[in-house]
């Protein structure tokens, strides 16, 4: 109504008495006020409805509705973005009165008799306040809509661009608008899916401000093939600089390997993760290794991923701390072993974070929720990603066979000893590739081609690891293990990677030379193994060892190795 007015304010005067209508109408229009009246309090309730004013006078005894019963209904109509001041007014100058006044929602009361510069003065001091409350308000719904178009934004830049958002299952209920909890999903070049379930210290806008580069650092990462540990040591340097010191993030970082059966996974700070069978049964639990992320400026010296076997049926879950400490109205939590319990019914009915969240609200009743809630179901098995094997014949170009052409560029990079285990030259070749001839999508196969040969070239020269113990699941496990153990022990010993890039008519060819210090391996059962894994027509029949030699000859033109066995050429080409 007040802007039907322009701006001047309406007050609503509700008495009994004609003339003490009258009188207090007279003071408010000196004041600026448009005036309305009532004699009683049911008409004063209903031109509230109708009219909004901005200020209410209220007699006490009325016939009808008296202004303690005529109060207690306004404020129940009051918007809770508005403030309209009620004022008693009253001969009844006792505690009492007071008392009631204010408990029946009144903001002030006055007796009679008074002057009219008392009136007024209170007028203005009632006035005022509600002004500064209004002015409040409107700054409040403006920070309202802020905070909502940020989530949003951020809600499009994290969650959107999530990888099998149809396949992983992602429980996520915001104790406020903005929730702490941050769940991430990435391919690997190599078709590895890795996953993080962050939660950051708190729930809402300020706890939230990390995700943005936590996210894309995990993506960024994850992309140009970084390994887990690599990815985890950059997101903990980043937080740790960004951040101030009160807020960190508590996450679960996992890297799920269908071809080779395997799960990685790194508990810094949540509670434990979890791989569960088809039945339902607890495989495994992994706790806490190491502090949240972004407390110490760098991991600890001993951080390790932890290597499991899996089948394909089995499932990873990872939660926050919300879910367990979940409380109802008695104080109970909701606990570890009823959320095992709840987990093990839901993969019984196809669907674990719709159990869990069902069983969490009809836990918590109408408690109000104290923290972010967030669970992440990862499914073992489906994440082989097929390759686009090289079938080109390059004779139909006359100069793509002569090799006698000067290449393009040459790109050449050899590391010596401890800096084997620090530093993955893999992605630092691909990001120059990249800036020399652009983003494509074929170079996720020379990504899997330059994978292979690094690893290779490490894992059996330098470091001497006997692929053989890779031939079973458990034993895929066990050669991780030895090999994060010789890593760091790596005091000698090199490995050089060359490339030489030479264009064509339409595409071009990467030679790819990898040379390393070890003593070689059986080249003659190198051929022994590619001639027979190419007789298997299903690529789940290959065995865990030598399946990267089966793959690399399959998305090559050519590969060599030398009659020592540590000197390996690859020829990749692409139209």
Same mark, same amino acid.
């Given at each position: 109504?007040?802007q039907?007015?322009?701006?001047?304010?309406? &007050?609503?005067?509700?008495?009994?008495?004609?003339?003490?209508?009258t009188?207090l109408?007279?003071?408010?229009k000196?004041?600026?006020?448009?005036?309305?009246?009532?004699?009683?309090?049911?008409?004063?309730?209903?031109?509230?409805?109708?009219?909004?004013?901005?200020?209410?006078?209220?007699?006490?005894?009325?016939?009808?509705?008296?202004?303690?019963?005529?109060?207690?209904?306004?404020?129940?109509?009051?918007?809770?973005?508005?403030?309209?001041?009620? %004022?008693?007014?009253?001969?009844?100058?006792?505690?009492?009165?007071?008392?009631?006044?204010?408990?029946? $929602?009144?903001?002030?009361?006055?007796?009679?008799?008074?002057?009219?510069?008392?009136?007024?003065?209170?007028?203005k001091?009632?006035?005022? @306040?509600?002004?500064?409350? =209004?002015?409040?308000?409107?700054?409040?719904? +403006?920070?309202?809509?802020d905070?909502?178009?940020?989530?949003?934004?951020?809600?499009?830049?994290?969650?959107?661009?999530?990888?099998?958002?149809?396949?992983?299952?992602?429980?996520?209920?915001?104790?406020?608008?903005?929730?702490?909890?941050?769940?991430?999903? &990435?391919?690997?070049?190599?078709?590895?899916?890795?996953?993080?379930?962050?939660?950051?210290?708190g729930?809402?806008?300020?706890?939230?401000?990390?995700? @943005?580069?936590?996210?894309?650092?995990?993506?960024?990462?994850?992309?140009?093939g970084f390994?887990?540990?690599?990815?985890?040591?950059?997101?903990? *340097?980043?937080?740790?600089q960004? /951040?101030?010191?009160?807020?960190?993030?508590?996450?679960?970082?996992?890297?799920?390997?269908?071809?080779?059966?395997?799960?990685?996974?790194?508990?810094?700070?949540?509670?434990?993760?979890?791989?569960?069978? *088809?039945?339902?049964?607890?495989?495994?639990?992994?706790?806490?290794?190491?502090?949240?992320?972004?407390?110490?400026?760098?991991?600890?010296?001993?951080?390790?991923?932890s290597?499991?076997?899996?089948?394909?049926?089995?499932?990873?879950?990872?939660?926050?701390?919300?879910?367990?400490?979940?409380?109802?109205?008695?104080?109970?939590?909701?606990?570890?072993?009823?959320?095992?319990?709840?987990?093990?019914?839901?993969?019984?009915?196809?669907n674990?974070?719709?159990?869990?969240?069902?069983?969490?609200? *009809?836990f918590?009743?109408?408690m109000?929720?104290?923290?972010?809630?967030?669970?992440?179901?990862?499914?073992?098995?489906?994440?082989?990603?097929?390759?686009?094997?090289?079938?080109?014949?390059?004779?139909?170009?006359?100069?793509?066979?002569?090799?006698?052409?000067?290449?393009?560029?040459?790109?050449?990079?050899?590391?010596?000893?401890?800096?084997?285990?620090?530093?993955?030259?893999?992605?630092?070749?691909?990001?120059?590739?990249?800036?020399?001839? $652009?983003?494509?999508?074929?170079?996720?196969?020379?990504?899997? %081609?330059?994978?292979?040969?690094?690893?290779?070239?490490?894992?059996?020269?330098?470091?001497?690891?006997?692929? =053989?113990?890779?031939?079973? +699941?458990? $034993?895929?496990?066990?050669?991780?293990?030895?090999?994060?153990?010789?890593?760091?022990?790596?005091?000698?010993?090199?490995?050089?990677?060359?490339?030489?890039?030479?264009? /064509?008519?339409?595409?071009?060819?990467?030679?790819?030379?990898?040379?390393?210090?070890?003593?070689?391996?059986?080249?003659?059962?190198?051929?022994g193994?590619?001639?027979?894994?190419?007789?298997?027509?299903?690529?789940h029949?290959?065995?865990?060892?030598?399946?990267?030699?089966?793959?690399?000859?399959?998305?090559?033109?050519? /590969?060599q190795?030398?009659?020592?066995?540590?000197?390996?050429?690859?020829?990749?080409?692409?139209?």
């Amino acid at each position: 109504m007040s802007q039907v007015l322009g701006n001047a304010k309406l &007050a609503l005067v509700v008495d009994d008495s004609k003339m003490q209508r009258t009188v207090l109408g007279v003071l408010l229009k000196e004041e600026g006020y448009h005036v309305l009246c009532a004699d009683d309090g049911a008409q004063a309730v209903s031109m509230y409805i109708k009219y909004q004013p901005d200020l209410i006078l209220m007699d006490i005894n009325m016939p009808v509705m008296n202004g303690y019963e005529a109060a207690r209904k306004i404020k129940t109509l009051t918007h809770e973005n508005s403030l309209c001041p009620l %004022i008693f007014i009253t001969s009844m100058a006792t505690d009492q009165a007071y008392i009631e006044s204010i408990e029946a $929602g009144g903001d002030g009361i006055l007796v009679r008799p008074f002057s009219p510069e008392v009136f007024k003065a209170k007028i203005k001091s009632i006035q005022r @306040i509600s002004d500064l409350i =209004t002015k409040n308000k409107v700054l409040q719904l +403006a920070q309202q809509k802020d905070v909502e178009l940020a989530e949003q934004l951020m809600s499009g830049v994290i969650e959107a661009r999530n990888f099998a958002q149809d396949k992983i299952g992602i429980l996520k209920k915001a104790a406020t608008l903005f929730s702490g909890d941050v769940q991430l999903t &990435a391919r690997c070049p190599n078709g590895d899916v890795n996953v993080l379930l962050g939660d950051f210290t708190g729930h809402g806008l300020r706890s939230s401000i990390g995700a @943005i580069p936590l996210s894309e650092t995990f993506r960024t990462m994850t992309k140009k093939g970084f390994t887990l540990l690599e990815i985890i040591s950059q997101v903990n *340097q980043q937080l740790h600089q960004l /951040l101030p010191t009160d807020l960190f993030l508590a996450a679960a970082f996992v890297t799920v390997s269908s071809h080779e059966n395997t799960v990685y996974i790194f508990n810094a700070g949540i509670p434990d993760a979890y791989i569960f069978d *088809q039945s339902g049964g607890i495989k495994q639990r992994v706790p806490s290794q190491h502090p949240p992320i972004g407390v110490l400026p760098a991991l600890i010296n001993d951080a390790s991923l932890s290597v499991i076997s899996v089948e394909e049926t089995d499932r990873v879950v990872l939660i926050s701390d919300g879910i367990i400490e979940a409380r109802n109205p008695q104080g109970e939590m909701f606990d570890i072993e009823r959320f095992e319990r709840v987990v093990s019914a839901g993969i019984s009915h196809g669907n674990i974070t719709e159990e869990v969240l069902k069983s969490v609200n *009809q836990f918590c009743q109408e408690m109000p929720q104290e923290d972010d809630l967030s669970l992440i179901d990862i499914p073992c098995g489906g994440w082989q990603q097929p390759h686009v094997i090289n079938t080109s014949q390059v004779a139909s170009e006359p100069d793509q066979t002569n090799t006698n052409i000067d290449a393009a560029w040459h790109w050449r990079l050899k590391l010596m000893g401890s800096r084997l285990s620090r530093v993955n030259p893999i992605p630092i070749a691909m990001n120059q590739i990249q800036e020399l001839e $652009g983003s494509a999508e074929h170079w996720q196969s020379l990504l899997t %081609i330059l994978t292979e040969l690094f690893v290779n070239s490490l894992d059996h020269g330098v470091l001497g690891l006997d692929s =053989t113990m890779k031939s079973s +699941a458990d $034993g895929f496990a066990e050669y991780f293990l030895e090999r994060e153990q010789r890593l760091k022990s790596l005091t000698e010993g090199f490995v050089e990677v060359n490339l030489s890039y030479y264009p /064509l008519i339409s595409g071009g060819r990467i030679i790819i030379a990898i040379s390393d210090s070890g003593n070689g391996f059986n080249v003659k059962n190198y051929h022994g193994i590619v001639s027979k894994q190419q007789q298997y027509k299903a690529e789940h029949e290959l065995k865990l060892s030598g399946r990267g030699i089966h793959l690399v000859s399959q998305l090559c033109e050519s /590969l060599q190795y030398s009659d020592q066995g540590n000197q390996v050429q690859a020829t990749y080409v692409w139209r």
